[in-house]
């Protein structure tokens, strides 16, 4: 009597795999098939990252801008004449052990007077009128803070009464030039704030539109998707094909941004280079695109994957609850 040889299990790993390669296939094809609405949902996509890649340049290069003007953010303490070089030295000893001092530099006499007049270069009479008697300046010492939010530090160590009693004159972090800086610390911060909120709000704005780009195309197929499931298609094969159509509006939505971007800034640096936009300098910004290429590109894929993935995904699970529940 010959034993009967057992059947064979299918390999459930190659079944998953043709599983998931039929997805794809469809999700690329209905993609090609639909492609009115493929056109349209793109076209909001490409928008949406397109503002989102411009919002995330503008915010390095406010960045960059910002950095700039803070280096020349400084605070002046005027010292007399009398102050001995062993004080000074122990003044700016102090100064550098408050924290928040990136730097103390002493400016003796004579150097401030170089600098007052190289500054005042094209005034000539300004120039004559004090060749002519001795230096009115002070010796100073000009501090540089890691963080300008926290300037107010230094002032209030230099109204110190036995600091106070070896200046010659107030601060520089007063007066006007006070209001000056803390305008520039306080616009600056908000330009920076309301970029964040920009590019959260129209990410959310995209994620809706496709959202309903793809409700759309599930109406459109609605009869194709009832007899799927009433052939015991599982959930994940009738939402997988969605998800790659939406992946692929992402793909090509990133890869067109970033190819207008580019073109946008690589206009003829002669026209741009000369100019800035407020605190957007638009050669700082093509600088940095160009160097942060590939990265940004990978960026924009990733944003574009998720951004039509969890569309997708909503658009079909409120269906397919809506169905099951029915």
């Not at 057992?6 to 997805?23: E, L, S, V, Y």
């Not at 400016?107 to 170089?114: G, I, N, T, W």
């Amino acid at each position: 009597m010959t034993k009967k040889k057992p059947n064979k299990p299918r390999k459930q790993g190659n079944h998953k795999a043709i599983t998931f390669g039929r997805i794809i296939k469809t999700g690329g094809q209905n993609f090609i098939r639909n492609a009115s609405l493929s056109i349209a949902a793109v076209a909001v996509m490409i928008i949406t990252l397109s503002i989102i890649l411009f919002s995330y340049i503008a915010n390095a290069t406010f960045a960059h801008t910002i950095q700039q003007i803070e280096d020349k953010i400084d605070v002046s303490v005027y010292l007399k004449d009398s102050v001995t070089e062993e004080r000074r030295d122990q003044l700016i000893s102090d100064i550098k052990n408050m924290g928040n001092i990136r730097s103390v530099e002493y400016v003796s006499k004579e150097r401030a007077l170089e600098e007052y007049k190289a500054a005042n270069n094209d005034d000539i009479d300004l120039l004559l009128a004090i060749s002519q008697t001795d230096n009115p300046l002070f010796a100073l010492l000009r501090i540089k803070p890691y963080d300008v939010d926290r300037i107010d530090g230094i002032r209030d160590y230099a109204e110190k009464p036995e600091i106070k009693e070896l200046q010659a004159d107030e601060t520089s972090y007063s007066g006007d030039r006070k209001e000056a800086i803390d305008n520039i610390t306080n616009s600056t911060r908000l330009l920076q704030r309301i970029g964040i909120i920009g590019v959260i709000v129209f990410a959310i704005v995209s994620v809706l539109i496709i959202l309903n780009t793809i409700q759309m195309a599930i109406f459109n197929r609605r009869e194709e998707l009832k007899i799927m499931r009433l052939l015991g298609a599982s959930t994940w094969y009738i939402r997988g094909p969605f998800i790659v159509e939406s992946i692929l509006y992402g793909v090509v939505a990133a890869i067109v941004s970033v190819s207008l971007c580019e073109a946008l800034l690589s206009v003829p640096q002669v026209t741009l280079s000369t100019s800035s936009f407020g605190l957007l300098d638009i050669t700082y910004a093509g600088e940095f695109f160009s160097q942060r290429l590939w990265s940004i590109l990978t960026l924009q894929l990733l944003v574009g994957i998720i951004i039509g993935a969890a569309s997708s995904f909503i658009a079909t699970h409120r269906y397919l609850k809506f169905k099951t529940s029915k």
